[in-house]
Nanobody, 119 residues
Framework: QVQLVESGGGLVQPGGSLRLSCVAS????????MGWYRQAPGKQRELVAV???????NYVDSVKGRITISRDNVKKTVSLQMNSLKPEDTAVYYC?????????????WGQGTQVLVSS
């Protein structure tokens, strides 16, 4: 059974940093596109950053230059290094794993980790 377990969330002051991690199990991690999404209160879940199996990355414009996604296929871990955090980064952050086999797409989510940016 697939599990994605996030960690690293918490309370941080504006301008501070956090590093989120997501450890995957029960999945062929190396073939997955891994992503971090977030959902703020009253808002829809949005993509923050994604990294493909080949290591290509993409970011939502609002985090470019401040947030970096990376992966370790040996440790089956995807990380999100967040610097220069702003109050508007406050949200629950979710790890996502996605892969395709033929015409089928498989999509898995973690339980989320809360990030609160506040003074």
């Amino acid at each position: 059974q697939v599990q994605l377990v996030e960690s690293g969330g918490g309370l941080v002051q504006p301008g501070g940093s956090l590093r989120l991690s997501c450890v995957a199990s029960g999945i062929i991690f190396s073939i997955c596109t891994m992503g971090w999404y977030r959902q703020a209160p009253g808002k829809q879940r949005e993509l923050v950053a994604v990294i493909t199996s080949g290591g290509s990355t993409n970011y939502v414009d609002s985090v470019k230059g401040r947030i970096t996604i990376s992966r370790d296929n040996v440790k089956k871990t995807v990380s999100l290094q967040m610097n220069s955090l702003k109050p508007e980064d406050t949200a629950v952050y979710y790890c996502n794993a996605q892969y395709e086999i033929g015409a089928a797409t498989y999509d898995f989510w973690g339980q989320g980790t809360q990030v609160l940016v506040s003074s």
